[in-house]
């Protein structure tokens, strides 16, 4: 049934980085070992720099605190997010990896119904290394999976599918709500094991969640962007919400595949719902304008690369956007800033040596 | 888990009518006994009229024959296939109930992962009876359902979901596979039970299997015609596929949804592959063009009823798909003939008196 088997030999172990951002000791990184320990960690320690953030034993990675994030990017580092977990993006611009796999210091190893633990990174990675279905739904779900294909009335010629750019991973025990339905439903708990994987169709938005998620950097890396929240913002919560409308028009523009779906990890602790309602609440009346403009929005057809397409986009933001806030004029921009940030370090070959891997950034 | 229970009240049980097309005895029924003896059957007899089709001890029944179907709609039995299962459509047309449930007599009770036998009209009726999201994706599946909600991100005005239309079930054991596919794996068994429930979204086709699938009569009965297949024509095993194509273009334009998803039933015996190949070729390449036809398919405002909007349909269909095959040119009219006898049987009251409740209507 479930995939979720500790494999001898990590797939992609040289290809892929995982992103965490943080503001405490790393301490449920024991309980990923056996998934994570062959992979590079990309740390991004949130809010205060001198603090020393603790990672267990044996895992080889850099860390990054938000001196060293002004340092690398200069004025441009203000395109980053402080005090929020939006800052993990940092992380997909340091990269030099073809994927990306980020998840929350809250989320730990889940079990499958047969009592197995998960190895989520290994599901991710099987997602992305397979095709996406974006252009017609198959009712048996992700074909490529053993024991199923396309059925009855699925047109041929859509079978081979296209590249998958992102997998969006979900959560057992604490569900992924907003503060009302928090509030409401306080002791609601996700038991629901769904052994499926499915794409997203062309044309249809979803909230994509950065608590578990994992996609080609190359095809999708510079759409990643995590927005502008938590410190000096009016706007919190919302920071994987906007990367995943960006990235579903400009995926669908591109002809690249989002899918959904498994893994699942277990989500430990909910957040507190009214910290979040306060983070929230001008975003959950501002969405009912943002959705319908990226349902609406279209890219021309010069637009050929994810940079061309999110430059496009932020000017659409800019001009549709800025009438609910200025605060959209102000975001528009740090998109602008995003992608010129994301060339620098990733055209240069200067921009990799500014990293320093295997060891605290800061401890110097 | 599953919600898979008998229970002592069966839903509906004079608001919903079974359609069973069949050109042989019923036993199956024996088996879904605890679950369909509540409720009315139409049953739709394919092939020779002269045959007598036993069904089960107890079971409340109509059984329309060949002869019958020509009786009752005259020159416009035209429409209903004959030697195809797409006659089950008659049965729609008939019966007088606000939602129907079909199924093949090859489908048997479907176990849920704890082994307990699947109600699978009970989970239609819950999908048919809770609404559908089709304007955004909800990553956790239905979120009506207990111990689900919406998840962060969802706007709140779309959270009162759409009217559901069709629930469409899935298959355990003999997946519903093209003829190519069937040859190609003729072992392949679907063992893997997805525990969920979907909406298909706005502007997203699917291929609907006519095999385990319920819908709302009065909310879109019209648009489920079976079309022109089996005997006489150069087609078979297309006939789901094209209502569900004109469902789904229908359901978008008036705001309607379509789940897919649970339930499961048994699906028992995988059909011939070679007849299959026979029967499909011709859709098989047809397909290729019809898809298109129907993804770009747009229906005017002023079409605000199931008729209308699919007498537009046959419209387009006979200006655009004529090219590919005369037949279709056929198709569009017997379209029209369609609609004619769907009014003509459920608008005049008369209608109802040529049907011959709880007994064999051939035996006079």
Aim: glycine share 6%.
């Amino acid at each position: 049934m479930a995939e979720a088997s500790v494999k001898p030999v990590p797939l992609l172990k040289d290809e892929l980085d995982i992103v965490i951002p943080t503001i405490r000791n790393l301490d449920f990184l024991e309980m990923w070992r056996p998934f994570f320990q062959s992979y590079h960690l990309i740390i991004v320690q949130d809010g205060d720099p001198s603090k020393t953030i603790k990672v267990p034993e044996g895992f080889d990675y850099e860390l990054y605190n938000r001196n060293d994030i002004n340092r690398i990017l200069g004025p441009k580092a203000s395109c980053i997010s402080f005090k929020d977990s939006a800052c993990r993006c940092f992380g997909y611009m340091v990269s030099k990896k073809k994927y990306i796999y980020t998840i929350d210091d809250d989320c730990f190893v889940a079990k499958d119904p047969s009592g197995k633990d998960i190895n989520a990174l290994e599901q991710h990675i099987k997602n992305l290394l397979s095709p996406s279905t974006p252009f017609f739904f198959n009712t048996l779900y992700d074909p490529y999976r053993e024991g199923a294909d396309f059925v009855r009335g699925y047109p041929f010629s859509l079978r081979e599918g296209a590249s998958t750019a992102v997998s969006h991973g979900l959560w057992l025990n604490i569900p992924d709500y907003d503060a009302p339905t928090q509030l409401v439903k306080p002791r609601e708990r996700n038991t629901r094991y769904v052994d499926a994987v499915l794409t997203v169709p062309k044309g249809t938005l979803f909230p994509m969640c950065g608590m578990n998620l994992a996609f080609n950097r190359e095809l999708i890396g510079p759409a990643m962007y995590f927005g502008l929240m938590g410190d000096g913002q009016p706007i919190g919560r919302y920071d994987d919400m906007w990367a995943g409308w960006c990235v579903k028009v400009i995926c669908d523009h591109l002809g690249l595949g989002v899918k959904t779906g498994l893994p699942y990890i277990w989500h430990s602790k909910a957040s507190n719902p009214f910290v979040n309602l306060k983070k929230e609440y001008k975003g959950i009346y501002w969405q009912e304008e943002i959705i319908p403009f990226f349902q609406s929005a279209t890219l021309p057809r010069e637009c050929t690369s994810v940079q061309q397409c999110y430059i496009e986009l932020s000017k659409q933001v800019k001009e549709k956007l800025s009438k609910i806030d200025p605060y959209f004029d102000k975001l528009a921009d740090a998109m602008v800033t995003w992608i010129e940030a994301w060339d620098e370090l990733n055209n240069s070959s200067e921009a990799v040596s500014s990293k320093q891997p295997n060891g605290n950034a800061t401890a110097k």
